[in-house]
């Protein structure tokens, strides 16, 4: 494959346009022989958010993908030379973001040759724009949490007691994949706080108090239990302990075992599986 001629700029968030504090957020590459025109926007806001604590991370989020969006809509069209004089990644990019003085601006263009834009676009974008990037830690998921305590039930022989149930009120319903019935519905949830932000655990604790405000006039009827996972950076403890005392006082009272707990939990579980077949 031959090489051809490719230009490029870069995105940059500039959080105080007076101080002049840049970083790199974006990557936009056009390439005019085979009429490529890609960008790719920063996804993840770590960086970003220990560099300027204040930055409004929802905000620029929607901005940046809709800069992406509007320049892959102009890549699927005709990005050849008649659409506009001297076509290039500046010119494409200014159609979609003009000169002003936002926080969103755009570097000076560069250039060189590729046998394959895609992936040309790829490579400019882990240089300028992830390349300092902390290596993501893994986060635990829901079924993460499930599994040890699923596990111990296995050992006890009772893992086959549950059934999916849906819960439902006038205003919500919830699907519990592990229910089981001993005179009234016993619904299993597991929940993981293992994210990354402070605003992600309390926005997860809501929602769930969401679904038992929801709930509650099926009291009586339903014990909701919570199997609960902690996050894994400890500057969020505190967070966490924040949404396990809001979700406590939630209405239908439900009952929250730590992780850590999950063997008692499981002991007491068995004990009424073998009152209840007595």
Excluded at 11 to 31: I, M, S
Excluded at 197 to 217: F, P, S
């Amino acid at each position: 494959m031959t090489r051809e001629p490719y230009t490029y700029v870069i995105l940059r968030y500039r959080h105080d346009p007076l101080a002049g504090e840049q970083v790199n957020v974006g990557v936009v590459v056009h390439a005019a022989k085979s009429g490529f025109l890609g960008a790719v926007v920063r996804r993840a806001y770590g960086r970003i958010s220990k560099l300027f604590p204040s930055v409004d991370g929802t905000a620029l989020r929607h901005d940046l993908i809709n800069i992406e969006r509007a320049l892959q809509r102009l890549g699927k069209g005709d990005v050849g030379g008649d659409m506009i004089d001297q076509p290039n990644a500046s010119t494409f990019a200014h159609r979609v973001l003009g000169k002003d003085d936002s926080s969103l601006i755009w570097s000076e263009m560069g250039s060189g040759l590729t046998r394959d834009p895609a992936k040309t676009l790829e490579e400019l974008h882990a240089r300028f724009v992830t390349q300092y990037d902390e290596p993501t830690t893994a986060r635990r998921s829901d079924a993460d949490i499930w599994k040890p305590f699923r596990d111990l039930l296995l050992e006890r022989k009772i893992d086959g007691i549950f059934q999916a149930k849906r819960i439902a009120g006038p205003h919500d319903a919830v699907d519990f994949d592990y229910a089981w019935k001993n005179g009234k519905w016993h619904c299993f949830q597991p929940l993981s706080f293992d994210l990354t932000t402070a605003e992600g655990i309390q926005e997860k604790a809501a929602r769930w108090v969401g679904h038992m405000v929801g709930l509650k006039e099926a009291e009586g009827l339903f014990q909701p239990y919570f199997i609960v996972g902690e996050p894994s950076d400890p500057a969020l403890i505190p967070s966490y302990d924040r949404a396990m005392d809001f979700i406590k006082a939630a209405p239908l009272q439900p009952e929250i075992v730590s992780e850590k707990n999950i063997g008692e939990l499981a002991d007491q579980l068995a004990d009424k599986v073998l009152a209840h077949d007595g």
